[in-house]
């Protein structure tokens, strides 16, 4: 009977098959992964720009210079202009958000105190 001898080398070249055939399964599943991300990143960035598509098409629409012409014709005739003693002096004068719960005084401007004021004094 002859006794079967393994060589080192035989060892060698079969632990790098081995070795080379699990670092080749692994390449290939990341690459099915990242794949499979692709394509989602791919759906995601096509409903992005179905939505926005979606949204000009709507900002064209309620912009037609038709709409807003009638728009204006019913609102704006009632606009006053702005009296200069109707702005604000300081922007230190704007609450802080919160402010209001903790009985911040309210802000009005001088014209509406005065008429306030005036129809307090005929009552």
Same mark, same amino acid.
């Given at each position: ?5 393994? %060589? ?5 070249v079969l632990f790098l098959a081995i070795l080379s055939g699990s670092a ?6 990341? +690459? ?11 759906? /995601?960035? *096509?409903? $992005?720009?179905? #939505? =926005?598509?979606?949204?000009? !098409? $709507?900002?064209?629409?309620l912009n037609r210079p038709d709409r807003l012409e009638a728009l204006a014709a019913r609102y704006l005739k009632t606009m006053e202009p702005v009296a200069? @003693?109707?702005?604000? /002096?300081? &922007?230190? *004068?704007?609450? $802080? /958000? #919160?402010? $209001?719960? @903790? #009985? !911040?005084?309210? =802000? +009005?401007? &001088?014209?509406? %105190?005065?008429? %306030?004021?005036? #129809?307090?004094?005929?009552?």
């Amino acid at each position: 009977m002859r006794k079967f001898v393994v %060589k080192l080398s035989t060892v060698f070249v079969l632990f790098l098959a081995i070795l080379s055939g699990s670092a080749l399964f692994w390449v290939s599943q990341k +690459v099915q992964q990242l794949e499979r991300e692709q394509r989602t990143m791919h759906q /995601k960035v *096509a409903s $992005e720009e179905e #939505g =926005i598509r979606v949204l000009t !098409a $709507e900002w064209d629409y309620l912009n037609r210079p038709d709409r807003l012409e009638a728009l204006a014709a019913r609102y704006l005739k009632t606009m006053e202009p702005v009296a200069p @003693e109707d702005l604000l /002096k300081s &922007a230190n *004068a704007v609450p $802080e /958000k #919160g402010e $209001e719960d @903790e #009985g !911040a005084t309210q =802000i +009005v401007p &001088a014209q509406y %105190k005065e008429k %306030k004021s005036e #129809g307090d004094k005929t009552q």
